[in-house]
């Protein structure tokens, strides 16, 4: 078995980072998607994002839903990175467990911020651009 340093890692499991900060931000996107395509106006779109977001309307059941099955994602993602490398058993985890433990909490870290820029930087760029009212959303404001 070779042995993996954490960077390699992270540069191995990105699709299950990149993917899973992705579903997290379905509260935002499906907002921009319609009003950038002409599907829905600017107010029936902040409705949509503010029932998803917020939980309004009965939705509440959304986002919390939306980040575990991020989280979920992401944790599948690395069990089958280290089964697929070799780590099978929990003896073979007890020996590599400092690998385990670094990559682990590397890839859960850069979710999190992957999930932060995408949501709050990009996307509320790009729905401001759009007219909708998420000026206030801003991490800068």
Avoid at 89 to 101: F, H, S, V
Wanted: with cysteine; proline share 2%; hydrophobic share 50%.
């Amino acid at each position: 078995m070779t042995e993996g340093t954490v960077s390699t890692d992270v540069k191995s499991l990105w699709k299950w980072i990149g993917g899973s900060a992705f579903l997290a931000s379905m509260c935002c996107f499906p907002s921009i998607v319609l009003v950038f395509f002409g599907l829905a106006s600017v107010s029936s779109a902040a409705a949509l994002s503010n029932d998803l977001y917020w939980g309004t309307n009965g939705m509440g059941w959304f986002r919390p839903t939306l980040l575990t099955l991020s989280t979920a994602f992401v944790i599948t993602g690395l069990v089958l990175y280290f089964r697929n490398n070799g780590i099978c058993t929990l003896n073979e985890a007890r020996r590599q467990r400092k690998r385990i433990i670094n990559t682990s909490l590397m890839v859960l870290t850069l979710a999190f911020v992957a999930y932060i820029v995408l949501n709050f930087v990009i996307l509320t760029e790009l729905g401001v651009a759009l007219n909708l009212p998420w000026e206030s959303s801003r991490l800068w404001n």
